[in-house]
């Protein structure tokens, strides 16, 4: 979709940093990380949302959550990591194209409460 920031990201024209790429899916740091290590995945194939995502998209997506997720602590050692996916404007969405947060968690005053 021309007017989405996260396709833009996977056509190169957005710059980020990424975390982990394959032919299905692209992982890459949020902006604005909310701990260190808050990492963006999202499938290259453009979905609004979890209603959106057809079957063979969600499967090659979720298949990649282990590695990329493996990644993130061999990077960074937290001692937890959330994995979040908000779906619609009610429920916190403000990038249209569907993604997973992989926040990871340090404990005591990382910032998540
Ligand atoms: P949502 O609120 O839709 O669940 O999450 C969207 C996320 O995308 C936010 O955490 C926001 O910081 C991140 N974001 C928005 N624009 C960009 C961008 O251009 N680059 C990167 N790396 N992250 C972005
Ligand atoms: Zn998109």
Same mark, same amino acid.
């Given at each position: 979709m021309s007017d989405c920031i996260f396709c833009s990201i996977i056509n190169g024209d957005i710059p980020a940093a990424k975390v982990f790429e394959n032919e299905h899916c692209l992982a890459f740091l949020d902006i604005?990380? *909310?701990?260190?290590?808050h990492t963006l995945v999202i499938p290259k194939v453009h979905s609004e949302n979890v209603y959106k995502l057809d079957e063979e998209t969600a499967a090659n997506y979720f298949k990649a959550i282990p590695e990329i997720a493996r990644a993130i602590k061999a990077a960074y050692n937290p001692i937890g990591l959330n994995l979040l996916n908000n779906n619609g404007e009610a429920a916190g969405?403000? *990038?249209?194209?569907y993604h997973m947060h992989l926040i990871p968690r340090y404990g005591q005053g990382d910032g998540m409460g």
């Open positions: 604005s990380q *909310v701990t260190k290590g969405q403000s *990038v249209f194209h």
